[in-house]
């Protein structure tokens, strides 16, 4: 067994007031696929904010002894100035370079490669903006790649995301994990979340953590959810659609509606 990726036991955060999160208590595995799954505003970006160094924890411990890439909540439409694709996947290499050194033809040739592994080489050239959302994701993902770190914290990457881009995004984060990296995924989505390997609810604190058949349960998805948990007819319980106020703002100025 290598050793986890993540481990965390009592984590507490927040932003001056009450902890935003509290009582967070998990580990990550090598190869592991973790869906964080919980309402607007229950703690998702929070925790990727402190697992990543840019919140200090107020209480609890937390090891996370290697690197760590993600794909931030708000990027895919927040990228929308004139670079090209190649140049986004690029960006990846930049935090390991010493600062006088700009990216040569090794780091072209790595962010070219992570390209063609998210299935989009022949789009290097492309323009960023001009990709669906769907590519964005990959190109992201391919950046985070570029980084070469063992965990990736993949925040909403599903979100706006037809079924067939949500399809392909799926099975590229299956074969990442097959390959032995960490994948830490937010989602509003039950059933994205119950793919993974372990689940981890939170609403403000920790509700679970731990295969779906039993981090997911009815009960625990009321306690998440609240009231705002629905019955759907035949298949069982739906979670509410998220609101996603900023992001479809912004995408909506991108494309001048
Ligand atoms: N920069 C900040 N300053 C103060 N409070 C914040 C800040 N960012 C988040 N919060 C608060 O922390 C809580 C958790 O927010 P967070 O963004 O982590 O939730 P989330 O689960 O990612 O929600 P969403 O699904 O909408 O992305 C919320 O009450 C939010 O208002
Ligand atoms: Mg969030």
């Not at 570029?146 to 979100?159: G, I, R, W």
Request: aromatic fraction near 4%; glycine fraction near 12%; charged fraction near 25%.
């Amino acid at each position: 067994m290598s050793a986890p990726l993540v481990e965390a036991a009592g984590l507490a955060a927040g932003y001056g007031g009450p902890p935003a999160i509290a009582e967070v208590t998990f580990s990550l595995d090598p190869g592991e696929r973790v869906g964080v799954l919980g309402p607007n505003g229950g703690g998702k970006t929070t925790l990727f904010r402190v697992l990543l160094g840019e919140l200090r924890p107020l209480s609890g411990e937390l090891r996370a002894p290697g690197r760590i890439a993600t794909v931030a909540q708000t990027e895919r439409s927040r990228l929308d100035f004139p670079v090209s694709t190649l140049d986004v996947a690029l960006m990846g290499s930049l935090d390991r370079l010493p600062w006088w050194r700009r990216p040569g033809r090794a780091e072209r040739r790595r962010a070219r490669e992570a390209l063609e592994l998210v299935g989009l080489g022949r789009l290097a050239d492309a323009s960023f903006g001009e990709l669906s959302g769907g590519q964005r994701q990959r190109v992201l993902v391919a950046r985070a790649l570029v980084q070469d770190a063992p965990l990736l914290l993949l925040d909403e990457p599903y979100s706006g995301l037809d079924a067939a881009s949500s399809e392909r995004l799926t099975r590229l984060l299956d074969r990442l994990a097959a390959e032995g990296r960490g994948l830490m995924i937010a989602t509003h989505d039950l059933e994205q979340a119950r793919a993974c390997d372990r689940v981890l609810c939170i609403n403000r604190r920790q509700i679970s953590f731990g295969p779906p058949e039993l981090a997911c349960t009815r009960k625990v998805l009321e306690r998440t959810y609240g009231g705002e948990l629905v019955e759907l007819p035949g298949s069982g319980l739906g979670v509410p659609p998220p609101h996603h106020h900023h992001r479809h703002e912004a995408e909506e100025e991108a494309h001048g509606r």
